[in-house]
């Protein structure tokens, strides 16, 4: 089994994608991992979130 | 020194450096040796890509930013105090005082105009104060070399100098150290900000006790505002609303988001300001020393491979950030900090935790052993001064790339490859669209010319978000451009430029398959899906859609 692909979509690859997508199991294990991302991109914005506490602390050194 | 003496020449030493700083201020010995900015700019004057060999010191010099806080605060000291500085200028060329001279009277000498300019370092200006001596200093950073993966200053820029009539220029971003009247450490970080932000966005540039001034206006402090003991992150943002720009302000709470906010902006030319708690690097844990601020001059690359953003298997270009150069007030300019990735045990409010953190050219003595503490930086706030037609934060971008990224590593799937690993890597930078533009000319000839045509003409904002995409460690893939005034829930995908053939033909190829729910769910959801869907390789649209054209 080949770890990396040298580009991520080719001609080649494109018939063996879309059959794997049309096999129960495919589209199971690409609909978990597009699931597995949404969850983790809802957390992105947690960096938009700040404690008041920080906000308010002088900066004195 | 008589007193018509406008200048004094040097050779320079550790010695005559000090002999200079302690005569031309009201300092002592004692309180310049005591000085990190002493031991860190000699350091610096002696390293070999700088290696400083001549000072001179241009006496009774008029520093604008020192007389507007003389003008407010000093003036009206009941002790008399000296108003006018002096200004070291360095240079990498042995001459003597004579040679100047020489050169100034018009005669034969052994200095040119050329050979002081090719030379020339840049300059401090020395304040006429007990401790605080340093003042405006613009020298020269380190080099960069041919190399992508290298130190990178993008926000310098080339300060005029004119001594005696010599015109000499010096490529840097200024820096000074706080005098803990008309500002501490929060002012002059703001102060070397706007020395960037200043030239890029056109407003002018306040001195320090302007800018304390402005940031307590309309958020005052407890105590009195001058002397200043500091600013908090509110009263910076004010700081920089009074100037006219927007303040985005950013809790770095992962390394790597730190990594990705300092490197996107910074390439953009957009000086971040960076807070911070200042924790000793113990293993039991400690107590933060306080807190302080600084301003991000600069960062580099490591051409290592590095892990993914946050494990998720996204390769992004920032992740490579291995250091950033910072304008610390208490150090020097472009003082470097290391993103080693060393969790710091911290205490605070009695809660035990570990947290990322930054190396500091900070020491100090440990109350209770007196052995020598290294400071560590936490909990790091960014602050980045915006052009307010700047509008879409940078998170908002990567979200839709990492999520693009996930459904093409997510194809790959099928063909076996269970590592979830994309061979993409992705560029995540603000351009301004000229910038952009004139580094998309300079590849003619490489691309397609109908491509190259379209994209040069087309219509786009002042300022762009560009992720490039490469494969196999750097051949172009395509690249995203993204509007940055737009409204964050909407479309705000300018065009895709492909580079790839096989690329163009597959993708489309494949979105054409309609009968597959997986491909059409997200093809409804995905700007970029969706522009590949509805546009043909130049950017013309071949079948109907609701996506903008501008």
Redesign the interface.
Known sequence: ???????????K??E???????TEA??R???E??ER??K??AQ???????EKE???????? | MSEAKSFEVCEYTEESFKELLISKSDSSSAIIESKQHYEYLNRYLKSSSVQGKTIVAELRYVDHDFLEDYSYYYVKCFRDLERKCCRLHFFQTSFVEEDLVDFLSGKPSQITKESLNDSYIGFIVIKPLPKTVFGRTCLMHYGEKASEYTRHFPITRKYPVNLFGIELSVQTLAFQEQDRVAAACATSALWSVFQGTGKLFQHAIPSPIEITKSATKHVPIESRVIPSVGLNAHQMAQAIREIGLEPLTVNAITEDLFKAHVYGYMKGKIPLLMGFSLYGDSKEGSEPRGKHAVAIGGYSLTEKNVPSYNGTGFLLKACRVDRIFVHDDQIGPFAKMKIDGKPVATIKNGKNSNKYSLSTSWKWADNVTGELVEGRAVDPLLLAPLYNKIRVPYITIHTRVFHFNEFLSGMNLGQGDTSSTSEIEWDIYLSSVNDFKKAFLEKSGAIDSNLMLHVLTKRMPKYVWVCNATINCGEPYLDLLFDTTGIEQGNLLLRVVEYDDEFSESIRNLLGYKDIAEIQSHLNNCDILKWLNTHNRLGVRIKEGKTAEM
Do not use: N
């Open positions: 089994m080949k770890k990396h692909l040298e580009k991520p979509i080719t001609k690859s494109i063996a994608t879309v059959d794997w997508l049309r495919g589209a294990q690409f609909r991992k597009m991302s949404s983790y991109t992105m914005s947690d960096c938009m979130v700040f920080a906000l308010l602390e002088p900066v004195t050194l």
